[in-house]
Each structure stands twice: as structure tokens, then as C-alpha cells.
């Protein structure tokens, strides 16, 4: 199993670019979600899929877009990037079967390093 | 709202020494707490969790106990290693079927252990 994976691993933007980021995951996961890293402020959620098919906003939505057509992946979008988007992105998985979240957590991919120039 | 506060960082330690990493959080209901480690470049893993008051998670030789009356859980290890240099985040997961698992983090704390 290859647990969660992300693409791409760095990417560096001009204001106003636009870009796709992947997460997929191999464990038939339910649940996903993308965090963003920012220093001294730990991960913050963005959105998040209870289902395929399903999105819901988190903490920090503005300026991002996600789908889930796959249960597989979820796609998060920077229609237009903006220096305050440069940041470091985790996707991660849970299943909600046998205690779910609550008992196993989520399970985390490697990253993507973005910069907004 | 939920929210986890974390001791200030950063920590440096030599070998050997015994670590402690602070965590309080607010929550409504039971959370579920977790502490996450980040190996450098790299994505976060599960080190330890607990579910209700007074469990005890260990891992790797790291432990932590809920406190529900003091709403706390610090992460301690008895021997540091040189390995065990990473950041370190203390997370909560509220109760209830609609919070589908969502993580509260605290903002991070860099452990670094000299030879």
C-alpha cells in the first residue's frame, strides 16, 4: 500500500497563476481532508469529504476549491494564488468503520511545498 | 471552540534526557487527543492517542495521559535519542458523529537532541 499520496511535491506560482494539487490514498478511506502549514500556527484544515462527491469548508476556505469525484482522490484548487497562499499542504485519510477517526487518527501524505511569488 | 495549546518551543535536550512537551486543549463533550510527529520532510504520523479520561497512550517509549480535570496531554520520554528530533503536535478530535474525525492542532513544538 502506498497510503496517501500527493502531487505535486514543490511548486512555485506567480500571483494569480492557478494550480491543481492531488491526493490520493489506497486504504478505501471515507473521510478526507487538506490541511495548510504555516510556522508557529500548526496545521489548519481547509475542506474536507465525508463521501465521493461530498465537500464541506473548514477553517481557512477562502481562496481554495476542492472535489472529490473519486473516493480516491481529492483535488484541491488555487483558481487565483496569492503570496499569503505560499504555504506547505497535507492531505490526509480516515475511515469511519470500527471507531474510526476517534480510535486510528488520520493518516497523512509527504506535502507539497508551494510558494507564491 | 475547540483549540490545543502547546508548550512554547524550541526544545533542546541532550541524549538521554527526559522530555516533556506540554498540552492543554478546550473542548466541549470527551475529544479523543492525539500526539503527531513530523520527521523532517516528511508527512505526520500517529505517535500516540487516547479516547477517554485517565487512558494512558504510549509508543516508541513515549507516553501521555488523558487528564479530563485538568484538560491536559503532555507527552513525556523517559531517554532521549538523537532519532527523536522532529516537531511534535498535540491534536484534538471532538466527540460526536458529525465531527467526522477533524483534527484541532496545537501550533507545533521542535524537538532537537544533541549527541
Known amino acids: 500500500n502506498a497510503g496517501v499520496t500527493q502531487t505535486p511535491k514543490f511548486r512555485v506560482l506567480k500571483t494569480g497563476q492557478s494550480m491543481t494539487l492531488l491526493c490520493a490514498q489506497d486504504?478505501?478511506?471515507?473521510?478526507m481532508y487538506w490541511y495548510r502549514q504555516d510556522p508557529g500556527m500548526g496545521l489548519r484544515l481547509i475542506h474536507y469529504s465525508v463521501g465521493e462527491g461530498t465537500t464541506a469548508k473548514g477553517e481557512v476556505p477562502d481562496g481554495y476549491n476542492v472535489s472529490r469525484l473519486k473516493k480516491q482522490n481529492f483535488l484541491l484548487g488555487l483558481e487565483s494564488a496569492a503570496p499569503s497562499q505560499t504555504s506547505v499542504y497535507f492531505c490526509?485519510?480516515?475511515?469511519?468503520?470500527?471507531?474510526?477517526?476517534?480510535?486510528?487518527?488520520?493518516?497523512f501524505g509527504p506535502g507539497t511545498r508551494l510558494t507564491v511569488l | 471552540g475547540n483549540s490545543v495549546t502547546q508548550m512554547e518551543g524550541p526544545v533542546t535536550l541532550s541524549e538521554e534526557a527526559f522530555l516533556t512537551i506540554n498540552c492543554t486543549y478546550t473542548?466541549?463533550?470527551?475529544?479523543?487527543l492525539f500526539w503527531y510527529v513530523q520527521y523532517p520532510g516528511e508527512g505526520l504520523q500517529l505517535l500516540l492517542k487516547?479516547?477517554?479520561?485517565?487512558d494512558k497512550g504510549s509508543n516508541k517509549g513515549f507516553e501521555a495521559t488523558y487528564r479530563k480535570e485538568t484538560t491536559s496531554f503532555h507527552l513525556e520520554k523517559g531517554s532521549v535519542q538523537v532519532s527523536d528530533s522532529a516537531v511534535y503536535f498535540c491534536?484534538?478530535?471532538?466527540?460526536?458523529?458529525?465531527?467526522?474525525?477533524?483534527?484541532?492542532f496545537g501550533q507545533g513544538t521542535i524537538l532537537t537532541v544533541h549527541p
Open positions: 487516547a479516547t477517554k479520561a485517565d
Open positions: 486504504m478505501n478511506h471515507e473521510y
Open positions: 473542548a466541549t463533550g470527551y475529544p479523543s
Open positions: 491534536a484534538l478530535s471532538e466527540a460526536g458523529g458529525t465531527s467526522y474525525g477533524k483534527l484541532t
Open positions: 490526509a485519510s480516515s475511515s469511519r468503520l470500527a471507531g474510526g477517526p476517534r480510535m486510528y487518527g488520520q493518516f
